[in-house]
């Protein structure tokens, strides 16, 4: 079966760094999405992402976040200065229509760490 | 604005006991619903939906009834074995977003 996968799946980076979270979303899909979860707290929605631009994003994705899809399969977030609050979970989810219901599948996960 | 709340877990059950796992939604307007579940050092899974008011939802023995009256889209499953331990969220989408809202997650322990 088919599936979404995200590297690393640990991440650990010293504030003011960049960093690059990769995905590879399952290869019909045209939707592209990320979510984070801080511990103990809940999945939020950062960015969507159809046709090579943004379709939505949060507050959260302010001007320290960015995405691209580089080449044919991978999907990457980029966070060009990371603080300490962005420690998280960083989930990366595709499918294969935006809205009315369709699946999102989700990839495993990248754990960032931010010292 | 829209949202989701579950109740607080954890929630500990013995092996074959019922479960249900209350969920309920705000919205403006009328969302899809979702439950999904994470097992642990895994994703996210859809675990079932529902689009509309009235749809039941059904997966491995697990329902949910969208229920416009009373916002609810409340997980049940009649006998729950050791294997479906993990966090269960449930989520919604509005048919002019993509982004789905998911409630903080509620864990589900069974007790051989």
């Known amino acids: 079966e088919p599936e979404v996968t995200q590297t690393p799946s640990h991440q650990v980076t010293q504030m003011g760094q960049e960093v690059i979270l990769r995905c590879v979303p399952i290869s019909n899909h045209l939707y592209f999405y990320w979510y984070r979860q801080i511990l103990g707290q809940k999945v939020e929605f950062l960015v969507s992402f159809y046709n090579n631009e943004i379709s939505e994003k949060s507050e959260i994705f302010d001007d320290q976040f960015s995405v691209e899809r580089p080449d044919g399969s991978n999907f990457t977030l980029k966070i060009r200065s990371t603080k300490l609050e962005d420690s998280a979970m960083y989930f990366c989810?595709?499918?294969?229509?935006?809205?009315?219901?369709?699946?999102?599948?989700f990839g495993p996960g990248t754990r960032l760490t931010v010292t | 604005g829209n949202s989701v709340t579950q109740m607080e877990g954890p929630v500990t059950l013995s092996e074959e006991a019922f479960l249900t796992i209350n969920c309920t939604y705000t919205a403006t307007g009328y969302p899809s619903l979702f439950w999904y579940v994470q097992y642990p050092g895994e994703g996210l899974q859809l675990l079932l939906k529902a689009t509309k008011a009235d749809d039941k939802g059904s997966n491995k023995g697990f329902e949910a009834t969208y229920r416009k009256e009373t916002t609810s889209f409340h997980l049940e499953k009649g006998s729950v074995q050791v294997s479906d331990s993990a966090v269960y969220f449930c989520a919604l989408q509005m048919d002019s977003s993509y982004k789905l809202i998911f409630g903080s997650g509620t864990r589900l322990l069974v007790r051989p």
């Open positions: 989810a595709s499918s294969q229509k935006g809205s009315g219901g369709y699946e999102q599948y």
